[in-house]
């Protein structure tokens, strides 16, 4: 058994079947998402959420600073850090 709600279950499956179900914040964090990986990869996964967030805003892709952080988050990935 589950520990959630069934239609909760329902509800997630629904929307991995069908994208156009998912809520606004869902929809733009799928397409931020690519965004984001490769802001991070084209600099050599060195910059941190701070640095990705001004580089997308730069390229005229708005976007706040805690959903970065988050997404980046999501992935694992972090910044480089000076020793």
């Not at 990986?37 to 640095?51: I, L």
């Not at 580089?55 to 970065?68: C, D, G, K, M």
Request: net charge negative.
């Amino acid at each position: 058994m589950l520990p959630i709600d069934p239609s909760t279950y329902h509800g997630d499956l629904a929307n991995r079947v069908d994208p156009a179900k998912l809520s606004a914040w869902a929809t733009r964090h799928l397409r931020l998402t690519p965004e984001i990986e490769r802001v991070f990869a084209e600099n050599f996964e060195v910059y941190g959420m701070k640095k990705v967030w001004r580089q997308l805003n730069w390229e005229n892709i708005p976007v706040a600073r805690h959903s970065v952080e988050l997404l980046l988050g999501d992935f694992g990935l972090q910044g480089g850090v000076a020793e």
